[in-house]
Structure formats: C-alpha cells, structure tokens
Nanobody, 123 residues
Framework: QVQLVESGGGLVQTGGSLRLSCAAS????????IGWFRQASGKEREAVAA????????YYLDSVKGRFTISRDDAKNTVYLQMNSLKPEDTAVYYC????????????????WGRGTQVTVSS
C-alpha cells in the first residue's frame, strides 16, 4: 500500500506560480511511477505530468509543457509539481497518483491516489 497526501494548492493570479507537494508513505516509494492529474469542474480527470521510476523519463500534457515541472525526492518520499505562468484554465483539483508500472495516460491504470488539492487561478 502507498498513501499519498497532496499539499500546496491555493488561489493565485494569472501568471503566478505554485508548487504542489505529494508526500508518500508505505511501500518503497522509489519503485513507483508518480503522476499528477487534474480534474476541472464538469470535466474528466486528465494526466498532467508523470515520472517513471525505472527510466526517469517524464511526460507532460501538451498544454503545460514549458510551464510545469515534475520532480521527485525519493529520500524524502515526496514528489513535486512546480507550476509557473499559471492560467485560468489550469484551475482544477490536482491529484497525486502512484503505480508500480510505467506511467500511463489513463487514470484507471493508477492504483494509488491522494485526496487532491484545489488550485484556482484568477483572471
């Protein structure tokens, strides 16, 4: 089992920055791929960024490339999502997820989830 707890969300103006954190506990964190998803009101959950534990490769949603950066500190069992140049369309609940395989685009393939943290970007 892996338990995930997100933090760092909040209200920010357009163009601002936030850093989300996801603290993990349970099984060896370093052997899991980690992903950040988001779900805006009335929309489906989408993958924003992911990091493969085995290759170190990262994946980003096209609309966040160049603005968001995923990173992990296995010694601290923590993964981060640095979000810069935020836009109103980034407003959503952001979730941290983990899976024992390589990263996957579909949320149903991820076995472990945090409860989410709200990010609101005002125009």
């Amino acid at each position: 089992q892996v338990q995930l707890v997100e933090s760092g969300g909040g209200l920010v103006q357009t163009g601002g920055s936030l850093r989300l954190s996801c603290a993990a506990s349970g099984r060896t964190f370093s052997s899991y791929s980690i992903g950040w998803f988001r779900q805006a009101s009335g929309k489906e959950r989408e993958a924003v960024a992911a990091n493969s534990w085995s290759t170190g490769n990262t994946y980003y949603l096209d609309s966040v490339k160049g603005r968001f950066t995923i990173s992990r500190d296995d010694a601290k069992n923590t993964v981060y999502l640095q979000m810069n140049s935020l836009k109103p369309e980034d407003t959503a609940v952001y979730y941290c997820a983990a899976r024992s395989g390589t990263p996957a685009r579909d949320s149903y393939l991820w076995g472990y989830w945090g409860r989410g943290t709200q990010v609101t970007v005002s125009s």
